[in-house]
């Protein structure tokens, strides 16, 4: 199965704060990889697909790249609706698989 | 608007089965494939299974294989997840999700506590 690592696993930030999240795979994945956003008590919301695609609806301060084992996900300013956890998912092979998740705390 | 709802969770002693099932309203249901996610509580979420549009391939985690099925009755636009010889490990909320290699949409979750 692979692996998948995200850090920080959480942060501490301000609103307008940029921040970068980083997930790293145990294999090489290609461009394989989803971010999604969740908040206490709800399913996920998937934010970026393939590594750097913005979800439909997704306000574009949210921003993914990457590929191979190194991916990146950015907010480029934070806003009070964005203190969530993160996590990333691969999409290149059965199991799928999570990062362990990023939780983002307002400072 | 797309709307998944699961149901069928609850409160099972270790050995027990239940089946989970999962609404999904707002769109061509047969015509995406349908994903099981778990996440317990305070913990990540995990991959269960998933399957097919038809019913032809399915697909599990190695932790749960021979022990849930996954099934879909695209008549009825329902999804279900069969977990049998349920264990504490297994408590979890279980999410259903659209889609094969991302999840676009998801259902709000149903919590399953296995417990004596």
């Known amino acids: 199965d692979i692996q998948m690592t995200q850090s920080p696993s959480s942060l501490s930030a301000s609103v307008g704060d940029r921040v970068t999240i980083t997930c790293r795979a145990s294999?090489?994945?290609?461009?394989?990889l989803n971010w999604y956003q969740q908040k206490p008590g709800k399913g996920p919301n998937l934010l970026i697909f393939?590594?750097?695609t913005l979800q439909s609806g997704v306000p574009p301060r949210f921003s993914g790249s990457g590929s191979g084992t190194d991916f990146t996900l950015t907010i480029s300013s934070l806003q009070p609706e964005d203190f969530a956890t993160y996590y990333c998912q691969q999409s290149y092979s059965i199991p799928r698989t999570f990062g362990q998740g990023t939780k983002l705390e307002i400072k | 608007e797309v709307q998944l709802v699961e149901s069928g969770g609850g409160l099972v002693q270790p050995g027990e089965s239940l089946r989970l099932s999962c609404a999904a309203s707002?769109?061509?249901?047969?015509?995406?494939?349908m994903t099981w996610v778990r996440q317990a509580p305070g913990k990540g979420l995990e991959w269960v299974a998933n399957?097919?549009?038809?019913?032809?391939?399915?697909y599990y985690v190695d932790s749960v294989k021979g022990q849930f099925t996954i099934s879909r009755d695209n008549a009825k636009n329902t999804l279900f997840l069969q977990m049998n010889s349920l264990r504490a490990e297994d408590t979890a909320v279980y999410y259903c999700?659209?889609?094969?290699?991302?999840?676009?949409?998801w259902g709000q979750g149903t919590l399953v506590t296995v417990s004596s």
């Open positions: 294999q090489s994945i290609s461009s394989h």
């Open positions: 707002g769109f061509t249901f047969s015509n995406y494939w």
């Open positions: 393939a590594a750097s």
């Open positions: 999700a659209r889609g094969l290699r991302s999840f676009d949409y």
């Open positions: 399957i097919k549009q038809d019913g032809s391939e399915r």
